[in-house]
């Protein structure tokens, strides 16, 4: 229900843009965002754009550097990331969660796409 794309493989100092496509039911009152997950390490929050208020945040490490948007009105949410490091290598997933939920934990994933920065 939930498509990313656009991973690949870039040169440090370079860009590229993921797509996340939400099919099967409508995410319009969901906070949608993205998660990586490196070699060895666990999954970890990179952004998210939320329903409420239509906001933005962004875990440290990307902040000034990726930057997320989303098409309210088509389920979509893309990531553009600029000034790609190393240490950006990861599988990259986007993943929606109930506006009022309570829990932490995300209700949808998507399949991921790799992200590979080469130095």
């Known amino acids: 229900q939930l498509q990313a794309s656009g991973g690949g493989l870039v040169q440090a100092g370079g860009s590229l843009r993921l797509s996340c496509a939400a099919s099967g039911r409508s995410f319009s009152r969901y906070n949608m965002g993205w998660f990586r997950q490196s070699p060895g390490k666990e999954r970890e929050f990179v952004a998210v754009?939320?329903?409420?208020?239509?906001?933005?945040s962004y875990a440290d490490s990307v902040k000034d550097r990726f930057t997320i948007s989303r098409e309210y009105d088509k389920d979509t949410i893309y990531l553009q990331m600029n000034d790609l490091k190393p240490e950006d290598t990861a599988v990259y997933y986007c993943?929606?969660?109930?506006?009022?939920?309570?829990?932490?934990?995300?209700?949808?994933w998507g399949q991921g796409t790799l992200v590979t920065v080469s130095s």
């Open positions: 993943a929606a969660k109930f506006f009022a939920s309570s829990s932490s934990e995300y209700d949808y």
């Open positions: 754009a939320t329903y409420r208020g239509r906001k933005t």
